[in-house]
């Protein structure tokens, strides 16, 4: 139960978010209380045994870092590590006739040598040198701008100094950069791809959802690289409870928020729930972890629009890793990156129409990784020395209307397509690959956008808890892009503007709004 019946402040949700805003609010000396609905800290940022009886702790959500800033780590102190991949990524394809594939990473020269092994010249692998040398002077210069206040559009523009890069990412479609730049589909696919991690949207979509996430997902510490947390993703928020807490900070799990009130200047109230109580803590201001739909609740306000995520998230613990029907790859450098499945250009098109229709794409794109090879310490030391591996997939164009008549049925029946997808890459089913658990049943679980509804709260599953925003103000927009309509409340969680993904950034900037930087 809290300690006290006031605070400074009092963050609801302990997600890693509102812990990097507790940890900084309680080294400023200000009183604060977390309020965690489940009973564990991390919300998706967590690592957990799913499969009964088996040693592997997986990064059961979310399960890689880009975001999270290096300064960030350092004024807080974190006691966790990260770990750079050794391949980038990996997408399998038959061309005529024959199993081939593209490799990213291993170094220029074999990355260089794929390129042209696929697509039979130079020309493509230059354009991808000069196109991601471009997102990362982008990135040098935007990333610094998330953990400062809220650039204008005009200030961001001057910021990048690069009109060809704006119009490029901010201005149109990301598709037509892509097919300015690049002529092989598959190519194409693999740079689109970031543009669609948990984002329905088509290539060319006049929205620019896609170009909000593409550019999240490329911007990263100024290098876009997406790395491995050393014993799981819960090691990370461990480390951010542990320094919330050895700075004074109070947190108690189990305690639900049902109701927020407060006058708009001084005082707040937030009303919870336990297993065998009900209880009122006052503060002065209230953080909000929780997506801006459930924070409407909270406050009793017209809730904004619907969010709907797009994604599945499957789990899986293998006896080995499968062989591969490219003999130019070895299994263990082409799981070690992003392992593209039917996401060439055309078949994400063609994917995204057919869920668009209400239908499940006939061959549903994913994207899989190994972090055991990276990282084997999730695994106990058994299994490590039998051969074991993790292996992670991330289905796109699966948004959750498309579960809501039989979220069960539904989601088996994508399970079996995304996992024939990837066997038409392997010489030899993945299902003879798959370990048992204690009980003799085959370590995979899947999760949809509704069980991620049901089980963290994500609004419709969505895990930036709302569309992306560029990075920059927008109308309605405060100081640090945390701020809402009542001075005291603000947003620490992912739909605070420059929220998504685990970075810690929306729990940095409402920390810094509340001590009036």
Known sequence: ?????????????????????????????????????????????????????????????????????????????????????????????????????????????????????????????????????????????????????????????????????????????????????????????????????????????????????????????????????????????????????????????????????????????????????????????????????ELAGLLGEEPPPPAEGAQLKVNMLLKRLPRLRDPAVEPREAFAGTFHIAEGYQQLAAAYAEAAAGRLPAAPPSEIYCHSLTDPTILGPELAEQGHHTLTLFGLHTPAGLFSRDNDAVRDALLASALAQLDAHLAEPLADCLATDADGRPCIEAKTPLDLERELGLPGGNIFHRDLAFPHAQEGTGRWGVETRHANVLLCGAGAVRGGGVSGIPGHNAAMAVLGH
Not at 19 to 40: C, P, Q
Not at 169 to 178: D, H, M, T, Y
């Open 1 to 293: 139960m809290p300690a006290h019946e006031r605070y400074d402040a009092v963050i609801v949700g302990g997600g890693h978010n509102g812990l990097v805003a507790a940890a900084y609010l309680a080294r400023a000396g200000r009183t604060v209380l977390v309020l965690e609905r489940l009973d564990t800290t991390g919300g998706a940022a967590v690592s957990t045994r799913p499969f009964a009886g088996v040693d592997a702790r997986l990064s059961r959500y979310s399960y890689l870092v880009s975001l999270l800033p290096r300064k960030v780590v350092r004024e807080l102190g974190l006691k966790f590590t990260l770990r750079k991949r050794t391949v980038s990524s990996y997408t399998p394809a038959h061309r005529d006739g024959r199993a081939t594939g593209l490799l990213v990473g291993g170094g220029p020269d074999r990355t260089r040598e794929s390129f042209e092994r696929l697509t039979g010249g130079n020309a493509e692998y230059s354009a991808w040198e000069a196109f991601y040398g471009m997102t990362q002077r982008v990135a040098e210069r935007v990333f610094p701008t998330l953990t400062e206040p809220l650039p204008t559009r005009d200030e961001l523009r001057r910021r990048v100094d690069d009109d060809a890069a704006w119009q490029m990412l901010f201005e149109v479609p990301l598709g037509a950069a892509i097919e300015e730049h690049f002529r092989d589909d598959l190519v194409r696919g693999v740079v689109l791809t970031d543009g669609l991690i948990g984002t329905f949207a088509d290539a060319h979509d006049p929205s620019l959802r896609q170009n909000r996430c593409f550019l999240y997902h490329v911007i990263g510490n100024g290098t876009g690289d997406w790395d491995v947390p050393v014993g799981g993703m819960g090691a990370l928020t461990d480390a951010l409870a542990d320094a919330a807490r050895s700075a004074g900070a109070e947190i108690v799990t189990g305690h639900q928020v049902t109701r927020v009130e407060t006058d708009g200047r001084e005082h707040a109230e937030v009303t919870y729930r336990t297993a065998e109580t009900e209880g009122i803590v006052a503060a002065r201001h209230i953080l909000v972890g929780a997506s801006p739909r």
